[in-house]
């Protein structure tokens, strides 16, 4: 099984504080990832690294190597626009363009300079259909993305990001948004593109991490404490935190 | 203790407060009332006596009172002010709020603050002895009061108020539209073309509405810098010839006119126009700056 | 459109250097030719001996008389407004009106002034009638920023207050507007600031061109800087040396940058509500 991004001693701060330490980690390709770990322990910076998208934040400061089939990202010669094509994203608050549905999907594509109608049409309806949204929205294509419900937007969120052709999706509590009907759809997606895509999830919901991922990683104040396949985290894990942390003793 | 009196109760400190406070807040309202009342009394007098009004010719001594003449001079100097302050007033903004880093945005703020304070007097006495013997110079002309003279001294005077309306409605674009697109591959300017400025449009075209009421009611500056001389240029757009904005003709003219005779009231007309127009104006933008979006996603 | 929009931050910092330039340039020239002709003798001796003390004393009168009638009907009013209004239609009417008034060009102003206070009321051209029509003009920007400022005041104050159980009234004039004041103060600094350097509302209403002399009472008219500079450059431009000119104009321009200057200072160190 190959590992399709590799962190190195990844160290992030945020001005003085220093917000992840000494990661060390290795997400297996073609399988659904998740982190977990109480508020605040970094596991939104963790995602965002692997994707550049920390470099956003105002302050922040990046160490280590993040290895992307190899190569490192933080390389000088890689393009962050490039980067993101392949590792896409999904907020954990759905955040449409301020644009039709057809436009939402087909943003990625024209910022790469695809115009050509026909070719946008066809990666459109794929991957609003990829998503579980197509029939829902066909016949309302050029509708304001806001005229739809939040698990509706969430989805049309990831039909976006898949509409790129990434090899990579990262989501950050993609659900907690949603409610428990739209939470559900959204796993059962997840686990059918798994397939073509190597997915890394954060959340903090123990049981969705259970329910999807294959496996599991545990984050605790910056440092990755443990990580194995999901079932072995929560039948058996090696450290008395993990445990603890699995067993509600903390949030 | 015996219930207090009346009186007692009147005197109250807490009923005052608000009685008194209720009565400041109240002038306002009486205030503009007043400027509207005044103004709509003392302008509509000659609009029922039209027979003054039309014509071509702004001719006080002969009783010719061609309000749309005046109009046109108002018009030519604020479209003119305009199509050079937006573009470069707009520019400005998206390097405020995108490109600049934190030191040079503070000084381009103070910059622009400074310019915004700058009493209009002193642009006037600039486009009187610089602007306009240097246009005189570069277009052989007799004298170098002209309308592009007015509109480009104009055009430094409204440069601030588009640079920092427009620069706010960029920067209160939510940062959920800026992350969106660059997560889907976008690079930074890709993102402010297709979602930020979009996004931003009713601000920045509230800005320009804006601008365009304090161009149009701008008085000493346009006196001193347009010529003030009451003709059509020859050809109409002919930028290099005087003209007289209605401010000035205000301005100018009140100092002679008879009070309540016909120059008065052809003035009050003016002064009318001038205040539809700026409450129009102002009115439209501020309600087109609060139908802006700011950082909420509708569900 | 894919490589223009490249060009982004080449295009829009060449253009910014624009406004950039306008300021350091007016900033300079004003300076340049003014600093010479500059000087305490200038502005202590009277314009018939070349001075501006007139002029100076006219512009102080103006806005003093102004705001200290602007200031506490604006503090008032925006009292009203943020501690006891209820949202009713009479607050909406307020609001609507401070706005309106905000954006009245100041032509209007002085032809309001001229009708309404010298003529009908019979002040005539005179301090009073500029005082009355200067003191309109600088409301709606007392009015706003006073808004802003009470908005900032905590709520935990008032709660506090009432606690202890002083009145609505007690606890607005003893913390509230204590609590207030630099952005109160910056508020009316800015009003000042814009009636310092106003023309056109005066020209009608307060100033004669051969007014020479200081004011005896309130109707009688008065000089302003900046009037003073307007007859000069338009009724007898030739006559007076042009480094006169540009020292009242750098006077003036002192004047709005210190007041200017004043109120970032005060809004910058306190961000509105002053804190112990």
Known sequence: MRIKIQTNSLNVWYGDSHVLQDVKLAIPEGRITAIIGPSGCGKTTLL???????????????????????????????DPAELRRRVGMVFQKPNPLPMSIYDNVAYGLRVRGIDDRAILDEAVEEALERAGLWSEVKERLRDSAFNLSIGQQQRLCIARALAVGPDVLLLDEPCSSLDPISTSRIERLLTRLKNDLTLVIVTHN???????????????????????????????????????YIEGRFG | ???????????????????????????????????????????????????????????????????????????????????????????????????????IREVMEAAVETLAAIPSIIYGFIA??????????????????????????????????????????????????REASLALGADRWQTLWRVVLPAARLGIFASILLAFGRAIGETIAVLMASGCVAAIPNPPWNLLSPVYPMTAAIAIGMGEAEFRGLHYYALYTLALILLCISALVNNTARLLIRKAPRGEVRI | MRGIERLTPYITSALALIPLAAIIALTSLITYHGLGALSWRFISSSILRGGVYEAVVGTLLLFSGATAIAAPLGVLAAVYLVE?????????????????????????????????????????????????????????IIVRSSQEALRMVPRSIREASLALGASKWTTITRCILPAAAPGIA??????????????????????????????????????????????????????????????ISLLLFLLVVALNSTALILRFRYRGVKRW
Not at chain 2, 135 to 149: C, D, E, M, Q, Y
Request: aromatic share 10%.
């Open chain 1, 48 to 78: 965002k690294s692997l994707n550049r998208m920390v470099e956003l934040i105002e302050g922040a400061r990046v160490e280590g190597r993040v290895l992307l089939d190899g190569r490192d990202i933080y390389d000088s010669d890689m």
């Open chain 1, 206 to 244: 123990l049981q969705q991490a259970r329910r999807i991922a294959d496996y599991t990683a545990f984050l605790y104040m910056g440092r990755l404490v443990e990580m194995a396949p999901t079932e072995e985290i929560f039948q058996n894990p090696r450290e008395e935190l993990t445990r603890n």
């Open chain 2, 1 to 103: 203790m015996s219930s207090p009196s009346f009186f007692q109760r009147l005197l109250k400190m807490r009923e005052g407060g608000e009685a008194l406070t209720l009565a400041s807040a109240l002038t306002s309202i009486l205030i503009f009332a007043s400027i509207l009342i005044f103004t709509i009394h003392e302008g509509s007098w000659m609009l029922l006596r039209p027979q003054y009004l039309l014509g071509a010719r702004w001719q006080p001594e002969y009783n010719r009172y061609g309000l749309l003449l005046l109009l046109y001079g108002s018009i030519i100097v604020t479209a003119g002010a305009l199509a050079i302050s937006t573009p470069i007033g707009v520019a400005s903004a998206i390097f405020i709020s995108e490109v600049a880093p934190r030191w």
């Open chain 2, 128 to 177: 009187y002895f610089f602007l306009a013997p240097w246009i005189a110079a570069v277009f052989h002309l007799p004298l170098g009061r002209t309308a592009l003279t007015a509109s480009l001294i104009l055009s430094i005077m409204t440069l601030p108020t588009i640079i920092s309306i427009s620069s706010e409605a960029i920067s209160s674009v939510p940062m959920a539209y």
């Open chain 3, 84 to 140: 006891y209004a209820p949202r009713s239609w009479l607050t909406e009417l307020v609001e609507r009106a401070v706005e309106n008034l905000a954006g009245v060009p100041s032509i209007l102003y002085g032809l309001f002034g001229f009708t309404l206070f010298s003529k009908l009321l019979g002040f005539g051209i005179s301090l009073l009638s500029g005082w009355l029509t200067l003191a309109c003009m600088m409301l709606p």
């Open chain 3, 186 to 247: 910056t508020g009316v600094i800015l009003g000042v600031c814009r009636v310092a350097g106003e023309t056109a509302a005066i020209l009608l209403t307060s100033c004669f061109y051969t007014m020479r002399g200081l004011p005896r009472s309130p109707l009688d008219p008065v000089l302003s800087l900046t009037y003073y500079l307007y007859i000069l450059i338009v009724a007898k431009a030739g006559d007076t040396p042009l480094e006169v000119i540009f020292a």
